[in-house]
Structure formats: structure tokens, C-alpha cells
């Protein structure tokens, strides 16, 4: 069946760095912009950007410019986000979503926790 | 860019209708018929609800609809069930390279 299973929780100290797999399968990866949606707890959804599956061309949102990447292995059908330098309130669940020709979101990766804390 | 303003709370017997405003702006909910809405539950990722304001992806139950007036988007449940119970969240395409899609702030539907 069609889904993306993103990678396992991570516990970070300030100013180091983390990586965010999501592993797409049951669809051509190539077929679909990837998506990065940030949860902090008890927050809303927040879009961060998305990347294009065909071209590697990465898109960001305003706020998650310069320690945020979003990067790709066609290869075995992965997205990735990093990020650099963190920080406490990058904090959150991080979501990779898969968005369809009507600019929505129709499968989402179960999410993967992040926290940054010394 | 500012977030689609939803109502924090509603709630609604079982069987009731309940009714979600999504509340945008003439750059976003007002210039397209973008609007989608997402279910999540505690702990779960979202789901998709709704789709281009009113279309249902398959498998979502018909008491699920949506509709748009100008600048405002809504998200009815009608017959609410206690499954129906979760964070509901709006999100229109909004056409800027540096904001694309803008999300609301999110609803918390309880069943009495």
C-alpha cells in the first residue's frame, strides 16, 4: 500500500545537527512533490516547504531558510530534512507529506519526534 | 503570512451537526478553491478530510463536507460520531514561492 515511514525519534543537544528520513513506498516517488510539515507540542500544523521529487529542487518556507535542507535519494525512494545548529525550539514532530495535483496533502509519514535539549 | 484563524473549540452531542470556520484572507482562502482539511488525533498524523473545498478523498465517510464563502472555508460534520473527535485543521494554497500553503490554527472537536 501507498505510504511514507519517516524514521525513529531523536534527542539532540543544542547545536548539533539531525537528519529526517522518510522512506516512500507503493507509488512512483518521482510522481509527487514531498512536503515538510513541523508540529512543536501542543501546537499547530506549520508548512515548511517541499522539495520536487524530479528535479531535486528544494522550496522553503519563510522561517526555515539557512539550517533547514531538504535532500533526496531517488535511488531508494527517500526524502530527507536536516537540520543544522539546533536549537530548543526546533523541538517538534516533524512530518513528511506527499502532495497530490490538488495541492493537498493526501499521506503522511507517521511523523518523527525531535527534541533538543541539554 | 499569517495563519488561517479556525475557532479553538467546538463541540457537539452525538448525532449533532457541528460546523468549523476557516477564516484567510484575498491572497489565500479568498483567491482559490484550494482549501483542504486535515483530522488528526491524538498522537497520529493527519488525514486527509477534504480536498479542493468540497471533494471527499475515498474512503472518508459522507457526513465530511465542505464549502467556501470569500474568505471564509468550512468544514461541517454532520451525525457526529465519538470517533469524530480529534484536532481538525484547515490549509489553503496561497500562492507565494516563500509561503505555498498556510494552515490554520486548528479546532479541537469534542463529542459530548
Known amino acids: 500500500q501507498v505510504q511514507l515511514v519517516q524514521s525513529g525519534s531523536e534527542l539532540k543537544k543544542p547545536g548539533a545537527s539531525v537528519k529526517v528520513s522518510c522512506k516512500a513506498s507503493?507509488?512512483?516517488?518521482?510522481?509527487?512533490?514531498m512536503n515538510w510539515v513541523r508540529q512543536a507540542p501542543g501546537q499547530g500544523l506549520e508548512w515548511m516547504g517541499w522539495i520536487n521529487t524530479n528535479t531535486g529542487n528544494p522550496t522553503y518556507a519563510q522561517g526555515f531558510t539557512g539550517r533547514f535542507v531538504f535532500s533526496l535519494d531517488t535511488s531508494v525512494s527517500t526524502a530527507y530534512l536536516q537540520i543544522s545548529s539546533l536549537k530548543a525550539e526546533d523541538t517538534a514532530v516533524y512530518y513528511c507529506?506527499?502532495?497530490?495535483?490538488?495541492?493537498?496533502?493526501?499521506?503522511w509519514g507517521q511523523g518523527t519526534m525531535v527534541t533538543v535539549s541539554s | 503570512q499569517s495563519a488561517l484563524t479556525q475557532p479553538a473549540s467546538v463541540s457537539g452531542s452525538p448525532g449533532q451537526s457541528i460546523t468549523i470556520s476557516c477564516t484567510g484572507t484575498?491572497?489565500?482562502?479568498?483567491?482559490?478553491?484550494?482549501v483542504s482539511w486535515y483530522q488528526q488525533h491524538p498522537g497520529k498524523a493527519p488525514k486527509l478530510m477534504i480536498y479542493e473545498g468540497s471533494k471527499r478523498p475515498s474512503g472518508v465517510s459522507n457526513r465530511f463536507s465542505g464549502s467556501k464563502s470569500g474568505n471564509t472555508a468550512s468544514l461541517t460534520i454532520s451525525g457526529l460520531q465519538a470517533e469524530d473527535e480529534a484536532d481538525y485543521y484547515c490549509c489553503s494554497y496561497a500562492g507565494s514561492s516563500t509561503f505555498l500553503y498556510v494552515f490554520g490554527t486548528g479546532t479541537k472537536v469534542t463529542v459530548l
Open positions: 507503493g507509488y512512483t516517488f518521482t510522481s509527487y512533490a
Open positions: 484575498s491572497s489565500d482562502v479568498g483567491s482559490y478553491n484550494l
Open positions: 507529506a506527499r502532495r497530490e495535483d490538488f495541492d493537498a496533502f493526501d499521506i
